[in-house]
């Protein structure tokens, strides 16, 4: 897979030695069950036509630069972790785009006519809510009408598992109040983050990228994988903690040696030692009603 990062203005150089592809759209945190239908749908469109598979995403989150509402700051999958995961389903280019305030303010229809049909786009693919250009005024429909019969357009309808639908905003949710043992039904797995373990004594610390979105404080049941090798084991998460630091002691001896590169995968909530009745405790409706007001 080859990444490609992109700033404003594009450059004609980048259009000009693009390659004809099927793109896929979205910010993708998480590549979640939804995600991967999106993929899947334009990997089997490119498959038909002959085509490289695309993904554009952004980097940072949009939240970040147009400040309305609640910012998202930190990932459940940085951008490093998401470029490995779409290589592994099949993508060929990933175009990274850099968000800032000059994208923000590019119209619906230049967005198409640059970053679509300007980079060889013969085909778009994305999920039924998906926006884009100044203020979001660009929806499907309208992309639609913005390609102009330039290139073709599908929409991938809403996913929903378990009366709920799939998104990265319900991911969130569900991590941030601790309910990590339903994260697979939405995710396609455990939620996983990798980085470095270190032995402290009877303990262990984990370093990881700092964008990781973590739980909220607690802790909880754990799982550390470093190919064949794996074992369970207690992770604390703390307010207090370090940026990019875990605390992490195992049910049993350690099988990995120091500096070893790791998997986490979070398992079940074991205890709040803040007392905090939100916590790990609200139903998944109730939650989602939190969240959303």
Known sequence: MRTIHVKHPIGTTLQ??????????????GVHLGHREIIKTAKLIAGQKNL????????P??????????QITRYITPLSVKERMFEKLGVDLLYVVEFDM???KVPHKVFVDDYLYGLRCHHAVAGFDYTYGFKGEGNMAQLNLDAEGR????????????SHKVSSSLLRGLISSGQVEHVPSYLGGRYEIQGILRQENHQYRMYIDVDYFLPSPGTYEVTLKNGPVVTKGMCE??????????????FYDCPFED??????LWENFIADYDMNAFHAQLPLDEMELRISE
């Not at 000009?16 to 945190?29: H, I, Q, R, T, Y």
């Not at 490289?52 to 980097?59: D, G």
């Not at 998460?237 to 195992?250: N, W």
């Open 16 to 29: 000009k030695n693009s390659e004809p592809c099927v793109m896929a759209l979205g910010f993708f945190d």
């Open 52 to 59: 490289k598979l695309a993904v554009m995403t952004f980097f």
């Open 61 to 70: 989150h949009p939240s970040t630069v147009i400040k309305k509402g609640s």
């Open 102 to 104: 000059n994208v923000a």
């Open 151 to 162: 290139f073709g357009v599908t929409t991938v309808e809403k996913m929903e598992k378990q």
């Open 237 to 250: 998460v703390s307010s207090s903690d370090q940026p990019g630091e875990l605390r992490i002691s195992t």
């Open 259 to 264: 500096h070893t590169p790791v998997q986490l």
